[in-house]
């Protein structure tokens, strides 16, 4: 199909061929239940054709290729995808930052600005905020990704867009499989699945768990993830599919280093601020004294019911997820914990009039979440719990209706739609005590504490409702058979997450929030900052062409939004807490391209090529600046060569040409890097092979990413060091 790249298609019409109704229930795509099986050799890829014949940025990921790594985390699966950038925060399963489009790009770390589903529904809390480490590609036999507007039929309320983890299913991976790797690091990983088909039943079970003692001083990770599905099929008409998943994550926060100390031991972590006769230098989190580290838990239960009645289909799901989220900041913002249940309720409707087109000619969706948590605070006491300074009972609800058609006009289809989605976010202060404790350490020795303190207590509570209409109209034109080109214009409406609604602030390396003098313990001072946002709101203009010639296939979309009251989380010099606030206007334009060429049976190549320009427009303080964190471009390409049948190899190269702001007032960046990568495989037979990898294969010292704040200084510790060379193996049983 045009647009996608070579490798990724034979692998999707594998698997589909192997049991493409059972996976096409549990896809987003439109209309995407199906009910026949498909039998290999079909004249077309169904899942990949619907999403290739949308009007807007969208991609089919396979995750085939990842049963040879040893370590497969998010920005490995979707290296390969334009428009999703993903930048390692540690190394391991922990927090990287996602972004598409720029949307939730500047929270430290990213929780809101993506719709993740599984199987179709949210693994977002019900305020649209997300743990990223609970998003497992490794147990994903595919993920769809929705750019922009696209996502407004999956109930999202975002301007980056969605992903949609699809599971394998024992009609669609029957068999057992089993796969370790270990390698530099302390990288230790092993992933196990077993599926059954039983005609009208199927049953799939996997688990995996991977641990790495990291790269760095301070930089341990582990995730242990079991779940399954059963599905169920009645006659030609239903599927019920029932689904369970839970997720057990923990990962040290490294922290972030100077320019001066990435470049003299990357795997060192920071120690806080120096003191000198002139004042402070260096500011920083101390992560030596306050081991910041998060553990979340999420488990997930749900039940899809899909029907097909000649051209109409109808999919209902329902779940469940309980979260529980304690995540120990530096002494700044304390320690966050986060308990609570979201249920979600999705109905789908689709008309397909015309069986032989790609989309139905009508679609409908209405999802509905709602969720509750319990919310608590307590001061960090060098890596220790203290004191409970805040108790917050945190509801949210969201509902997003969306209706749309793809009316055909001969060679072109219209496609216009509607969304509407109304969001509460509610806080209950439950604190109840008159003050709230701090505490601070000296700043010249910061292992000595000083005398602990108190601040009146002011309520946090708030209400805050939102609604927003996000109207699109996007037009398509088959050129020929192999080449679409699309147009589409679309507004979109994201309101603000607790996260932006209830921050810590006045915090310092070595003081609680609250206390922003550490040498004064009763000065009064804010603990909390609560603005009143507004949802930030966008219109884009998008215009792509997806199209293949006889060796080469591409995928470009080019956009520019233009947004106002964009939601920026702030954090100072040393990385505290400011708050969120509404940037009054920005403007996101950007490229997104996939090539792909085979120069024959044997060699194929594929770049995904990522050009991002997000500034401000007019900003009283930051003129026309860039905003912080988006690197302007970014590529990735590989090299694949089949030395024989049984033998692959491929070279890879991760470049950030250019250098990225760390803040908002463009006073300081990151370098420009490239980090190459060899890997190889060797199937001894049909039962076993065997992989190796070398990442990172001329040791380039290099920063991942960064911390993101309003305005930064040039010793300031913002740097996340990226993994140094590392050697990695493993086998895979399949049968």
Known sequence: MPGRLPRAIAATLAWLGAGAGAALAQSA?????????????????LLAQRIDALAGGADLVSTAELVDVANPTLSRALAATPGVVVQNFFGGNDQPRMQIRGSGLQQNPVERGVLALHDGLPINRADGSYVIGFANPAQAESIEIYRGYLANRLGASVLGGALNFISPTGASAPGTRLNVGAGSFGQVGTRGQF????????LLVQADLAERDGFRDYNSSRRTHAGGNLGFRQGEHFILRIFSDYTDLGFDVSGPLTAEGLRRDPRAVFAGPTIT???????????????????????????????????????????????????????????????????????RYAWKADAERALPLFEGTAQYVRGAADRD????????????????????????VNAGFNIPLGDLVLSPSIAWSRAS??????????????????????SVALPDGAVPTVSTSYARDYQGWSPALGLSWQVDARNLLFVALSRSFEPPTHDDLLATVNGTPNSSAGRPNPGNPGQPAAVFATPDLAAQRASTLELGWRGQSDIWNWDVTGYASRIDD????????????????????????????????????????????????????????????????????????????????????????????????????NTLYADAWAVFDLRSRWRLNDTVSVFAEVSNLFDTHHASSTLIVDQARADQAAFMPGDGRGVHAGVNVDF
């Open 29 to 45: 795509a439109p209309g995407a239940t199906e009910l026949e099986l498909i039998v290999v050799g079909a004249p077309a890829n």
């Open 195 to 202: 599926g059954w088909d039983g005609g009208d039943r199927d």
């Open 277 to 347: 006769p002139g004042g402070a230098i260096n500011p920083g989190p101390n992560v030596i004294r306050d081991r910041p580290r998060r553990d979340a838990e999420q488990s997930l239960l749900g039940a899809r019911l899909s029907g097909s009645f000649a051209a109409h289909v109808l999919d209902l799901a329902v779940g469940h997820s309980r979260s529980d989220d304690s995540f120990r900041f530096p002494v700044s913002s304390g320690i966050r914990t986060t308990v609570g249940d979201d249920n979600t309720g999705v109905l």
């Open 377 to 400: 605070y307590f001061l960090n006491r060098a890596g220790r719990k203290g004191e409970r300074f805040a108790a917050n009972q945190l509801d949210a609800a969201t509902l997003s």
């Open 425 to 446: 976010r509610d806080n209950a202060d439950v604190y109840g005590l008159a003050t709230r404790p701090t505490l601070a350490w000296n700043p010249a020795q910061p």
């Open 566 to 665: 964009e939601l920026l989380s702030l954090r100072d010099e040393s990385g505290a807490s400011l708050g969120a606030m509404n940037a009054e206007r920005t403007r996101h334009l950007g490229v997104e391209l996939g090539l792909g060429v085979e120069f024959g049976s044997n060699l194929s190549s594929r770049l995904a090529w990522t050009w991002q320009d997000f500034r401000f427009v007019d900003d009283p303080q930051r003129g026309n600046n860039r905003l912080a964190g988006a690197p302007p471009q970014s590529l990735y390409a590989t090299l694949d060569y089949r030395l024989n049948p049984r033998w692959s190899a491929q070279a890879a190269v991760r470049w950030i040409p250019t250098r990225t702001p760390v803040d908002n007032h």
